[in-house]
C-alpha cells in the first residue's frame, strides 16, 4: 500500500496522521512516523536519496527501539554507516565526497543525515553518486526495509511496517526557487510514484499544489471545514465543527466577554464565515481581533477590509478569470500548463479551497470573492 495525502498548512494533517499512527499501532503494525522538516530541506529541490536515506534510518531506529535496544548505540553500525561506505567506495564522485568530522561516540552516524541536509555541496556530491548506480542503490535500500520488517513482525508486531512521511507538503521554496522545488517533488510523487513505492505500506505527505496533475492518481486532500454545500446552502454542521474549534481554545465565557454576550453568536458566526472553513484563517482571525481594543461594528468591518486587502495584493489580475470559474462552477478545471501553474500558486496562497461531499470540489475564499476583478469576471460567467 502506498497512499498520498495533502492538505493546506494548519489543516490538520499532522494530527491526523498521528492519530492514524495510535490505530495502526493498536492494531498490530509498527508505524514509523517521520517529520520530514527535521531532516530534509524542505526550500530546496528533493530527490530520491534525500527521501530513503531518511526512511531506512528511521525505520532501523524504530525497530531497534522496539527490540528494546538503545538506536543511538546500535545505529553506529547500522545503514547509514554501510550507505556511508557504499558511497565512499563508489567510483564516481568518490574522491570529491568530504564528510565532516563525526563524534565517534554514540551519535556519529546520524551526523550522516544532518550533513546532508545543511550542506547543498555535499548533498549534490550525494545525489551524483546515487544517480550513477540508482538500481543498486534503491536494491540495497529496499533490501534493508525487508529485513527490518522481518524482525519487527519477529518483536511482536505481526501485520508488519508502516512510514508516515509528514511534512513533505511543505516542499515549497523560495520566491525565487518555487517552481524548481514543486517540480523536484512532482517527479517524485506523480505518474504512479514508481522509485517512492517501498516494500512496506507508506503514506506520504505531497505539496497540495500537485493536487493540478492529472497523473496524480489516488491523492487524498484534507479538506476544509464545509460550511455551505456546494450549492450554496448554509451547512449547519460545519458551523458548529467550527464552533467547537473555537471554544476549544477560547471557552465560551471568554467569548461572550470578547464579542459582546448579545452580539457573540452573530460575530462569532460571521468571523467562521470569514475563514471559508479554514482552521488556520479561522484562528489568525481571532487573533487580529484580539489586538482590537473594542470589538464592535466598526472593528468586525475593520478587520474583514483588512483579510479582503490582504488577498487582494496577492493575487495577480491575470488570475481572476480562472478564479471566476472556480467560483462559479466549483470545479478546478485547467485548459493548459500556463493555467496550472497559476493554479499551484493560488492554491499554495489558500485563495482556492477544497472541500467534500461525496467527491471533492473546490470554492473561493470568501476574501476573494469579495475582489472587484473575481466579481466582475463572475458576472460574465453568470446567466
Known amino acids: 500500500m502506498c497512499e498520498f495525502f495533502t492538505g493546506l498548512p494548519g489543516s490538520g494533517k499532522t494530527t491526523e496522521l498521528a492519530r492514524l499512527a495510535r490505530r495502526l499501532e493498536g492494531k498490530g503494525f509498527l508505524p514509523v512516523l517521520i517529520r520530514g522538516h527535521e531532516w530534509l530541506q524542505t526550500t530546496a529541490p528533493i530527490e530520491l536519496p534525500d527521501l530513503w536515506t531518511v526512511i531506512v534510518w528511521q525505520v532501523e531506529g524504530a525497530v531497534l527501539a522496539l527490540e528494546g535496544k538503545d538506536p543511538k548505540e546500535f545505529l553506529q553500525d547500522g545503514y547509514l554507516t554501510r550507505f556511508r561506505n557504499w558511497l565512499t567506495r563508489t567510483e564516481v564522485g568518490a574522491s570529491k565526497l568530504n564528510f565532516g568530522a563525526t563524534d565517534p561516540g554514540s551519535a556519529t552516524k546520524t551526523n550522516l543525515i544532518v550533513e546532508f541536509r545543511d550542506n547543498p555541496t555535499l548533498r549534490e556530491q550525494m545525489r551524483l553518486n546515487v544517480r550513477q548506480r540508482l538500481s543498486t542503490f534503491l536494491d540495497e535500500a529496499r533490501a534493508e ?7 519487527a513482525k519477529a518483536a511482536g508486531r505481526a501485520r508488519g511496517i508502516v512510514v508516515i512521511f509528514d511534512s513533505l507538503e511543505r516542499l515549497r521554496g523560495s520566491s525565487a526557487n518555487w517552481r524548481e522545488v514543486l517540480d523536484s517533488a512532482e517527479a517524485l510523487f506523480a505518474s504512479g510514484a514508481h522509485y517512492v513505492r517501498l516494500p512496506v505500506h507508506a503514506v506520504y505527505t505531497v505539496p497540495p499544489a500537485l493536487v493540478t ?17 456546494r450549492e450554496g446552502a448554509e451547512w449547519a454542521e460545519g458551523f458548529e465543527a467550527a464552533r467547537s474549534l473555537v471554544e476549544h481554545r477560547v471557552p465560551r465565557p471568554y467569548l461572550n466577554e470578547l464579542f459582546g454576550a448579545p452580539s457573540c453568536e452573530m460575530r462569532l458566526k460571521e468571523v467562521i464565515r470569514w475563514s471559508g472553513g479554514y482552521p488556520r484563517e479561522l484562528l489568525r482571525l481571532l487573533q487580529n481581533l484580539l489586538i482590537e481594543e473594542r470589538i464592535d461594528d466598526s472593528a468586525m468591518r475593520r478587520v474583514w477590509n483588512d483579510l479582503v486587502q490582504e488577498y487582494r495584493l496577492r493575487i495577480p489580475s491575470e488570475a481572476f478569470p480562472w478564479l471566476a470559474r472556480v467560483g462559479v462552477e466549483r470545479y478546478s478545471t485547467l485548459e493548459n500548463d500556463e493555467q496550472r501553474r497559476l493554479a499551484e500558486g493560488l492554491i499554495l496562497d489558500n485563495a482556492v479551497l477544497h472541500y467534500a461531499n461525496d467527491s471533492g470540489w473546490f470554492d473561493l475564499h470568501p476574501a476573494v470573492r469579495e475582489i472587484p476583478g473575481v466579481q466582475a469576471e463572475m458576472a460574465k460567467l453568470t446567466p
Request: hydrophobic share 50%.
Open 213 to 229: 496533475l492529472r497523473t496524480m492518481r489516488g491523492l487524498h486532500f484534507l479538506p476544509m471545514i464545509k460550511l455551505q454545500t
Open 145 to 151: 526495509l525487508v529485513s527490518f520488517e522481518v524482525r
